[in-house]
């Protein structure tokens, strides 16, 4: 096997009451990467499509993540990378993650799979500190694993995955507005108040709880941010529209997408899902803001093989 | 049926993880109550043995409980209770919860049944607000539901139960020292540094998760408590060697019960529970400290009926 050309998919991370914590894979949104086996050791980017992005292995976190995966892994060739982008950079539903995690999907293939998808993380993560300056994991775990994915601790890689309620689904609002990933954190206090740190916790614990019952109405209940939210939400114009539209027409949720600026609601149904993504629509096509809309259910398996060479 | 007499167990809350969340009730300790139908109305608290707590029916938890299901319920009869108390008053296994449930169990039983046990938490929590002036429901939801609960918001009655692992064995030491309920409160922080706020929340999802998918090592990880335990642990003597002694003996965890001063190790099975139990023990013989130890698995049932009559 000398190519494999793979779709790496776009992902929501926090999920409201997750922050640094929750992922969850979706579908059909995604980047599409070939990479084939070169006799000359090293890793290259050939090209980059969709979108413009720098092809430097130092710079693009297809690359940077390759090369943490080759580092520790001892080889007699090389790779070089295309990468179509499905998913715009900055929108907030992981396009670093769906690049940094899909090159080094495609090397471990190539070379027979001496990791498993967990260990890939480690390698992924590389690329997400490129992109974001941090190591988060959320993104690129929900990536590798499929489905929902829980952080306990991105240092130990104590990472694994949730159940999945099959009737999940999700559309996702990405307003084309640039907000400096600097600008989402510097929004951020440092402190929380204890009380609200209780409500945030029960939450997460009951969205848990849910996911592994099935309880849909737990799970509505529950996906709810009342620490980051109220401070991020300001950033993104109409949130707070956005968001009664989704509640009043039967999302269970509803909330920021990673730091932003794309926003989701979380239905029962696909279906509902699509009614929803049309109101948001109607409300958006009066701002005069360029947007685009998703609806996905959730994507179980992560990252698909689309041909072998 | 005109008399019932039953077993109202004793409790853990918080687990570390959980703090205002989480309780889990126990076998065998706990109080006995016998509660008996009159025709004359009202309540009458005739004894409570064991223990020296106070008969009057507006400061005695177990009264103020069957005022709050009588005020919402209007019966022909009246009501009186005997406590034989088990389970030593602030002790931190849920004294106040045991007597408070009990005696709301007991009258729904008479009354046949009126009311769920879920419901009847409402009921028991009225108590719990004249023992601790909170009105928490974290003791007397594990007690009512058995196993493992989780209050998600004690407002809305939003609380359910979770699986139960069943090898999951629980060591409690209970060094008989006062903590003043407000001294314990005093020493807590109303802020709470995010990063720990993160911790915080990973190590409580993680926990349900592990409850869910049965995953004793999940649950050892994650049975951690960053923000309340370094506070009030130094009120509980050779807190951190107990601690030290438990996890280095194969405990999966060690955190306070509720607010102390009683403290737990948890364990997978009840062998490995009750050497903890013996190695504590030697410790806290060299203190001069009055203390008990109990050894418990999970109670899945919650409160038991003993007899009818």
């Known amino acids: 096997m000398k190519e494999i050309k793979i779709f790496s998919p776009a992902s929501i991370a926090n999920l409201s009451c997750g922050f640094d914590i929750l992922g969850v894979c979706l579908n059909d949104i995604g980047d599409t990467i070939v990479v084939r086996k070169t006799s000359e050791k090293g890793i290259k980017i050939l090209k980059v499509t969709g979108q413009k992005l720098n092809t430097d292995i130092y710079k693009n976190v297809a690359g940077v993540s390759a090369l943490a995966l080759l580092k520790e892994t001892k080889v007699n060739c090389g790779f070089e990378i295309e990468i179509h982008k ?6 907030g539903i992981g396009s670093s993650a769906a690049s940094s995690a899909g090159s080094v ?23 997400e500190k490129i992109a974001s300056g941090s190591a988060h994991a959320d993104n690129v775990a929900a990536v ?17 995955k949730l159940n999945t309620p099959i009737e999940l689904a999700f559309t996702i609002l990405h307003p084309q507005i640039e907000v400096k990933t600097s600008e989402s954190r510097a929004i951020i206090k440092n402190q929380v108040p204890l009380r609200k740190m209780i409500v945030q916790t029960a939450n997460l614990g009951a969205f848990i709880s849910g996911l592994y019952t099935e309880d849909y109405n737990l799970i509505g209940r529950s996906i709810k941010d009342v620490i980051i939210e109220p401070l991020r939400s300001i950033l993104i114009p109409k949130f707070d529209k956005l968001k009664e539209i989704s509640l009043s027409n039967g999302a269970l949720g509803f909330g920021i997408s990673g730091s932003g600026p794309s926003v989701f609601a979380l239905s029962k149904g696909l279906l509902n899902a699509k009614k929803i993504g049309n109101l948001l629509k109607i409300e958006y096509n009066q701002l005069g803001i360029e947007f685009d809309i998703h609806t ?7 990252i698909k093989i689309i041909e072998y060479k």
Do not use: M, Q
Not at 115 to 120: A, C, D, T, V
Not at 296 to 302: F, I, L, P, Q, T
């Open 296 to 302: 996905s259910s959730v994507n179980e398996k992560g």
């Open 86 to 91: 499905g998913i715009k950079p900055g929108s």
């Open 144 to 160: 590798l694993l499929g489905g929902f994915t829980f952080v306990r601790d991105s240092l130990e890689f104590d990472i694994f």
């Open 105 to 127: 999907y495609a090397i471990n293939e190539l070379l027979g799979r001496p990791y498993s998808n967990k260990e890939l993380i480690k390698f992924a993560i590389e690329g």
